[in-house]
């Protein structure tokens, strides 16, 4: 008795998160038939073309065909691209396709070309933060945890019916950038868990979302960046944390936009219960404390412009911020 082929997988992602899931398919010895992935974009300073991780990963894995369509619609704005990185797809025969952040929309067609579908790796506990950006909002919003949902792919915004879910908490200290890290290899385990299961069973167990608790993580704009010190401390500490390490949080002092990196609530000192919103209170090596709407905030990491990423005590030896200097709020002057 001859033992089944194995599953042709084809894979769609676009950033790091993305490539950590193919370095695990490939590792695990799944062939991977195709590769889809966002075209190349202008980047750093000199702002030359550069392909994306998970290009990059696929060139030096030998991994082909790499298809960079602008557009999978057919009666898109690309037809002409969509039309011949379908074809090309299909030729190449999947099983299945993984898709990981890879950032366009895949039309009906593309769903349901492979033999098992497309699943997905969403980096949130679904139906908890659907959309573009599950790890900042969670971060964002105070959860106790967030994980992984292994989902099979429908013409909804992650709405497809759910095949494994593991959560992860998150802790006062978590970043994006750390939880990120975490959720990229928990996703890489788990949809190679899913691909040896598919490959054995010849289907996954999958159950619908429930209807309840659906949110929304919309995509992080850079204009939601600056602090508003008339918020609540333990609110702005989040925020912080949730935009390291991009967009980055920042406060306006002048004409000068401070990024502050790290960050703790505190509770005011009585001497201090009538400062307005945006007055540094205090700022030494411990770090600068800025009054807030509810509570203080100690900010122990920060960078000017054009400079690094500094702990307090150095950033104050070349940027002085003495108590009585006002950060802009909103509807206020600095």
Known sequence: MTSPAPLRVAFAGTPEFARVALAAIVEAGFPVVAVLTQPDRP????MQLQASPVKQHALAQGLGPILQPRSLRRHGKYPEEAVAAIDALAAQAPDVMVVAAYGLILP???LTLPRHGCLNIHASLLPRWRGAAPIHRAIEAGDAQTGITLMQMDEGLDTGAMIAREAVPIGEDTTTG?????LAALGGRMIVQALRRLAADGALPAEPQPEQGVTYAEKIGKDEARLDLRRAA???ARQI?????FPGA???IGDAAIKCWQAQPLARAPEHGDAAPGTVLAADAQGV?????????RITELQKAGGRRLPAQAFLQGTPLPAGTRCAVPGGAA
């Open 43 to 46: 980047a750093g300073r000199g």
């Open 108 to 110: 009906a067609e593309v």
């Open 234 to 236: 333990v609110e702005l």
């Open 289 to 297: 404390v800025i009054a807030c709407g509810e509570g203080a905030l």
């Open 250 to 252: 920042s406060v306006q």
């Open 178 to 182: 750390t939880l990120h890290d975490t």
């Open 241 to 245: 944390r949730a935009f390291n390490p």
